[in-house]
């Protein structure tokens, strides 16, 4: 299995390759850079591991949430290189991601991703690991105020993402005893979106390059937007 | 030589295919006018969410159009000026897919698309011209030495006229986009009836202003009884103004510049009343007039791609790491 993934959904911008189970990866925080950096980082990648896209089965990306240009970054990159190489992609959600990061880095298994949504709303889903590689979501994610999360059953949760880091403790109140413990350092990486889009590719999720579409979550952007009109990227 | 071009400034997503020896090839445009006419305007974030659900189909289809990818040998984008967000998804597909495909790409200049469109045209304009370009967004009056050679000889200190034409229509009512209402309400009035200013033609110099005439309408308007009489007369003096006003700076420009050829571009050049006006002063001033067609009036890709191409066959080529511009002048263009 050989596998690009790219993510510009936060402040993050990173890229990764998977190969046979190995993963390189690129990895800066660079506000307002991604446009910037995110082909060079897919280039070196590929040759540093001496491949071309040919030799590629598919494309990953963090298709959201996040910020809405950054989104539509990583989406229309995703997008041009599929057509470009005919390759299939796998659209990776963000707080997968997140969740994913908190397993690889700590062996969590109960993750509450949440992101940061301005606002004072956080973007949010409640994952479980279920092997490694696969992060499963239970009910939806969504995008609302810190107070209103929709909260999990049982203990032992870990939370994870900038939405702790924004609203830890309100977060923290919400959940109660549920909550083990949180960590709001945490951006989604492209080594946790090439990881998880492996494991989806082969569930057979992947799709075709027109269907790479960022998933926004908040969708009520008119009103909210007058003020952003004209200030260029969130 | 071929070059793929895309065009996702504002709320139009186009894109073509430009062939060196015979023209452009294939051509769509998508606009997203219903989808902002609720709003009154383009709003940004819908725009940019537009681009990407509808860029890469029309990619796909213009492509297969022009004989597929294999035909190719390049593809240009508008990189700049626009919305930021509504360029990034031109710019991203458009970098990504010559990446992946291993062609060279390059970043165009959005109105110097618009500038260079009347050069697809049959009988095209020869450098040196005299270009009025005129749209929501600018009022230039250019000198176009050449590709790249781009000296301002003119611009609005306030309003763009397009941007004059849209807030004259809503204040008279009429629905978004307001400049081809505006203009085919003008039809049935008096341009005589109310007196308009014509900003700034008594003094020297070839910059604009036109946000004290769309000031003018409105004070007109409320002394009116804004009958539907009065609205088509307004529309008709007020059009009458800009029209006389753009007029009188282009005569002025190819008298002082010695230029023989005017193009008129941008959406505001698709105006009649514009085209026929400035006719006349080309005619007395022993000059010749060219503008695109409809088409290539409006924001569109074929431009683009035929601007890429002139670039490309110079030998310019954009390195992997893209971006767009909200804001770029045209006379830092080389």
């Known amino acids: 299995m050989r596998l690009l993934a790219l993510d510009t959904a936060t402040e993050a911008c990173s890229a990764a390759l998977l190969v046979e189970g190995e993963v390189l990866e690129r990895y800066e925080v660079a506000p307002r850079r991604h446009a910037e950096l995110v082909l060079p980082m897919l280039e070196s990648l590929l040759d540093e591991a001496g491949l071309s896209l040919s030799r590629l089965d598919a494309l990953a990306f963090g298709r959201g949430p996040g910020a809405f240009t950054g989104l539509r970054i990583a989406a229309g990159v995703a997008q041009g290189i599929a057509l470009g190489a005919e390759l299939p992609v796998v659209p990776v959600s963000t707080l997968a991601a997140l969740a994913h990061g908190a397993f690889r880095e700590r062996g969590e298994t109960a993750v509450l991703a949440g992101i940061d949504a301005r606002m004072g709303e956080v973007y949010w889903g409640i994952y479980r690991g279920v092997e490694a590689g696969v992060m499963e979501c239970v009910g939806e994610e969504c995008v609302c105020p810190p107070q209103v999360v929709p909260v999990p059953p049982g203990k032992g949760w870990f939370g994870a993402g900038t939405a702790w880091a924004c609203h830890g403790e309100i977060l923290a109140r919400r959940l109660g005893p549920r909550l083990a413990a949180w960590a709001g350092d945490s951006l989604p990486r492209a080594r946790d979106i090439a990881v998880l889009g492996a494991g989806l590719y082969r569930a057979g999720r992947a799709v075709d390059p027109a269907q790479a579409l960022p998933v926004y979550l908040r969708d009520k952007v008119v009103a909210e937007k007058a003020d952003a009109t004209d200030r260029g990227r969130e | ?334």
């Open chain 2, 1 to 334: 030589m071929r070059v793929l071009g895309i065009e996702t400034s504002c709320d139009e997503t186009s894109v073509a295919v430009y062939d060196s020896e015979t023209g452009i090839v294939a051509h769509e445009i998508y606009s997203q006018q219903t989808l902002h006419a609720a709003y009154g305007g383009v709003v940004p974030e819908l725009a940019s969410r537009d681009h990407i659900r509808k860029l890469l189909p029309m990619v796909r289809g213009v492509v297969r159009e022009a004989g597929g990818r294999e035909s190719l040998q390049g593809v240009a984008y508008t990189a700049g000026p626009g919305l930021i967000g509504a360029l990034l998804v031109g710019v991203a597909v458009g970098r990504s897919l010559a990446w992946a495909w291993g062609l060279p790409a390059v970043a165009i200049h959005h109105m110097e698309g618009h500038l260079l469109a009347p050069m697809l045209e049959p009988v095209p304009p020869a450098f040196p011209f005299l270009a009025l370009l005129v749209s929501g967004g600018h009022t230039l009056l250019v000198r176009v030495g050449g590709l790249g050679d781009y000296d301002i000889l003119g611009d609005t200190l306030d309003d763009a006229v397009g941007e004059a034409f849209d807030k004259t229509a809503k204040a008279l009512g009429l629905p978004y986009p307001g400049g081809p209402a505006l203009e085919a309400l003008a039809r049935g009035g008096d341009p005589a009836r109310f007196t308009f200013p014509r900003p700034m033609t008594d003094r020297p110099g070839l910059d604009f202003s036109f946000s004290g005439l769309k000031t003018h309408v409105l004070q007109t308007l409320c002394r009116s009884d804004a009958s539907p009489q009065a609205r088509a007369d307004i529309a008709a003096g007020f059009q009458q103004a800009v029209v006389e006003t753009l007029a009188i700076k282009c005569r002025r420009a190819l008298r002082e510049t010695g230029l023989r050829q005017l193009v008129i571009a941008g959406g505001v050049g698709a105006n009649q009343a514009l085209r026929e006006k400035l006719q006349a002063v080309v005619d007395e001033e022993g000059a010749a007039l060219f503008y695109p067609r409809l088409e290539y009036c409006t924001d569109n890709a074929a431009m683009i791609a035929y601007a890429g191409w002139l670039r490309l066959a110079r030998g310019e080529r954009c390195p992997a790491s893209f971006n767009a511009r909200a804001r770029w002048s045209l006379a830092s263009l080389r």
